[in-house]
């Protein structure tokens, strides 16, 4: 991407996120919700920190997994300062711009441009497959929950372009073109079912979602936890569909306001929610700095 249109982008995402936060301030109550941020329990931002921190070893362990099948040789440390600083570099851009050239430029001396670029997309993948499958798991313990509080009508015809789209995906996947593609380059073997970085993926996810419970309990226990962590997925799955603004920002806080309402939290409680796990995220990646100076 040329860089006069690469900072273009930066800016409509910037300009997107704050719109998105200043409608989230002028549907709340202001007062209110900065009470609630400073009602915050500081014990569980540091459990949040190292909950980041967690998810961020992890995620550098998957994509190691997932490169070496392609060839892409290098030390955990070096895929561990990848991640780290991709996750820095996605505070001030597009992440999927932003932090997926950084882990590049990181770690291009380590193989084939084709084959870590691979490893990257196949990484993203991954945590998607395992988000969708999480997603899955999840919709059915809460379907009388929407039932009782969408239409009847609006839920089917979601559901219907669910299924329409995973039958096209499926159909996509499994063409002949696409597969002879997929066994040229690896992919078939490397993203078959049993690999262990669908565990891993799976685990990064549900950590993800402890994070945001930890916000909760740190602004008072929630009225229905158990109900909480299983609508958050639905979050997740809505930052992955519409990843237009920086790091989440402002999006993040729009589908926490809307789907956690379905627990019973008032818009205060779940932007401060959202606020409390992005920031501390944030936070999490300036360590990010550490690699850079050291580098």
Same mark, same amino acid.
């Given at each position: 991407?040329?860089?006069?249109?690469?900072?273009?982008?930066?800016?409509?995402?910037?300009?997107?996120?704050?719109?998105?936060?200043?409608?989230?301030?002028?549907?709340?109550?202001?007062?209110?919700?900065?009470?609630?941020?400073?009602?915050?329990?500081?014990?569980?931002?540091?459990?949040?920190?190292?909950?980041?921190?967690?998810?961020?070893?992890?995620?550098?362990?998957?994509?190691?997994?997932?490169?070496?099948?392609?060839?892409?040789?290098?030390?955990?440390?070096?895929?561990?300062?990848?991640?780290?600083?991709?996750?820095?570099?996605?505070?001030?851009?597009?992440?999927?711009?932003?932090?997926?050239?950084?882990?590049?430029?990181?770690?291009?001396?380590?193989?084939?441009?084709?084959?870590?670029? =691979?490893?990257?997309?196949?990484?993203?993948?991954? &945590?998607?497959?395992? /988000?969708? *499958?999480? #997603?899955?798991?999840? +919709? !059915? $313990?809460?379907?009388?929950?929407?039932?009782?509080?969408?239409?009847?009508?609006?839920?089917?015809?979601?559901?219907?372009?669910?299924?329409?789209?995973?039958?096209?995906?499926?159909?996509?996947?499994?063409?002949?073109?696409?597969?002879?593609?997929?066994?040229?380059?690896?992919?078939?073997?490397?993203?078959?079912?049993?690999?262990?970085?669908?565990?891993?993926?799976?685990?990064?996810?549900?950590?993800?979602?402890? =994070?945001?419970?930890?916000?909760?309990?740190?602004? &008072?226990?929630?009225? /229905?936890? *158990?109900? #909480?962590?299983?609508? +958050? !997925? $639905?979050?997740?799955?809505?930052?992955?569909?519409?990843?237009?603004?920086?790091?989440?920002?402002?999006?993040?806080?729009?589908?926490?306001?809307?789907?956690?309402?379905?627990?019973?939290?008032?818009?205060?409680?779940?932007?401060?929610?959202?606020?409390?796990?992005?920031?501390?995220?944030?936070?999490?990646?300036?360590?990010?700095?550490?690699?850079?100076?050291?580098?």
């Amino acid at each position: 991407m040329h860089k006069s249109k690469q900072w273009l982008t930066v800016i409509f995402r910037w300009f997107v996120a704050i719109g998105l936060l200043v409608i989230i301030l002028n549907k709340t109550d202001s007062d209110l919700l900065w009470q609630t941020l400073c009602g915050f329990n500081p014990a569980f931002g540091l459990l949040l920190v190292v909950c980041h921190i967690a998810v961020l070893m992890l995620m550098a362990y998957r994509w190691r997994l997932i490169a070496q099948q392609l060839n892409v040789e290098a030390a955990y440390a070096d895929y561990l300062k990848a991640i780290w600083i991709g996750a820095l570099s996605g505070q001030i851009g597009p992440p999927l711009i932003f932090s997926e050239v950084a882990r590049f430029k990181v770690l291009q001396d380590y193989g084939d441009n084709q084959s870590l670029i =691979g490893s990257q997309v196949l990484d993203r993948l991954s &945590g998607l497959v395992a /988000l969708v *499958f999480i #997603l899955l798991l999840t +919709l !059915p $313990l809460n379907w009388p929950l929407f039932a009782e509080m969408i239409p009847a009508a609006t839920l089917l015809q979601s559901l219907a372009i669910l299924s329409i789209s995973g039958v096209v995906l499926f159909r996509v996947m499994l063409s002949t073109k696409t597969r002879a593609l997929m066994d040229r380059n690896k992919i078939s073997e490397v993203m078959s079912l049993g690999q262990s970085h669908y565990e891993l993926s799976s685990l990064i996810q549900l950590l993800l979602m402890l =994070g945001f419970l930890l916000a909760a309990f740190g602004l &008072g226990a929630p009225k /229905l936890p *158990f109900t #909480l962590f299983t609508l +958050l !997925p $639905l979050i997740f799955a809505g930052l992955t569909l519409l990843p237009i603004s920086i790091s989440d920002w402002g999006t993040r806080e729009m589908f926490a306001v809307y789907v956690l309402s379905f627990a019973g939290l008032p818009a205060e409680e779940s932007a401060a929610i959202s606020i409390i796990f992005g920031f501390s995220y944030s936070l999490t990646t300036l360590m990010g700095l550490f690699f850079l100076l050291k580098k």
